[in-house]
């Protein structure tokens, strides 16, 4: 099934929008080309065949110490009732006021609004185009994103101990 979607997002969109597939897991997954990811989005939930018409899932995830991040989108076909898993990689050098980019898809699958807002609140990744991108579960004035994996606690929170 992995190799058909490919195949029609290489057919339809374009061949620079599949960076590979990798099988090596329990479930395969296609990682695709950033700037082209709000296109494989809509051509999933409006191609015939395809139809995958609900967003689960999105993961954030920190490959410290190297400089990358990634984004994991879990789709699922409800009416064909298959699943996919979408990642972006990026790159970044981890300072603070540098994130790491990836287009918003909330345009796309409305379900992805709070899981892309809670992956910038948690790992700081950055939603270009998302509609409401702002903390969730921390406080406004929190400094810096807890689930990194070089994230280092403060001892302090407006005079409160935190550790």
């Known amino acids: 099934m992995i190799t058909k979607i490919k195949d029609l997002i290489i057919t339809h969109i ?14 395969p997954t296609l990682v695709v080309d950033a700037d082209n990811l709000v296109k494989i989005a809509y051509f999933l ?8 018409d609900f967003l689960s899932n999105i993961s954030a995830v920190d490959y410290h110490p190297d400089n990358r991040f990634a984004v994991v989108y879990h ?28 287009p ?23 939603f270009t185009g998302h509609p409401d991108l702002r903390r969730i ?8 994103y807890p689930l990194r994996k070089d994230y280092e606690d403060a001892e302090t929170y407006h005079g409160i101990a935190i550790k």
């Open 14 to 27: 374009s061949e620079q929008a599949i960076v590979r597939i990798e099988e090596e897991h329990l479930q």
């Open 45 to 52: 939930r409006d191609t015939e065949g395809c139809y995958f």
């Open 75 to 102: 789709l699922a076909s409800i009416p064909y009732q298959t699943q996919l898993i979408l990642k972006v990689e990026m790159e970044n050098d981890r300072r603070l006021d540098s994130l790491p980019e990836v």
């Open 104 to 126: 918003s898809v909330a345009a796309v699958w409305r379900t992805a609004d709070w899981h892309e807002r809670e992956a910038f609140d948690l790992m700081g990744i950055f």
């Open 137 to 144: 579960l921390l406080p406004d004035d929190w400094q810096g």
